[in-house]
């Protein structure tokens, strides 16, 4: 009689790849056509890594970051002998970039004033004014 027990065995699922985006809300793996890169070592450009990725905690050494977060010009060219992409020193994550609930966008100016003026308007407008034959009573 045979027994399969947990762990012991060939498994029918298939085996995940352990390399995984560290990027918040980015759930991809390691896969054909996607790369994975590490932290950089330079302190300044590993923190404005993390301040690009909105990420809570100080990043690992074992944390990657996938090409889906890197535009085509951040890779050096593409030559016959390099297989790999390889970033430039100073690329910082631009794309896919995670989304926060709380983040507020930035503005322009003229959109700030327009939005300023709309909200006067409706304070306006919510005034109750009663007209009386001679006078009027603003409330």
Not at 105 to 111: A, G, L, N, Q
Not at 117 to 132: G, I, L, N, W
Request: glycine share 2%.
């Amino acid at each position: 009689m045979e027994h399969n027990y947990a762990g012991a065995g060939p498994s029918d699922k298939k085996k995940r790849n352990s390399n995984y985006c560290s990027a918040p809300q980015c759930s991809q793996y390691a896969d054909t056509g996607i790369s994975m890169h590490l932290f950089p070592k330079d302190v300044k450009v590993k923190r404005q890594w993390e301040v690009a990725l909105k990420m809570g905690k100080p990043a690992s050494s074992a944390m990657r970051i996938c090409s889906r977060h890197f535009l085509p010009s951040d890779y050096f060219p593409a030559t016959a002998n390099v297989q790999r992409h390889k970033l430039r020193p100073n690329s910082v994550p631009s794309q896919n970039l995670p989304k926060r609930k709380n983040d507020i966008p930035e503005s322009s100016p003229k959109k700030r004033q327009k939005l300023a003026r709309q909200e006067r308007a409706t304070q306006r407008k919510s005034r109750h004014v009663y007209v009386f034959p001679f006078f009027y009573i603003v409330i």
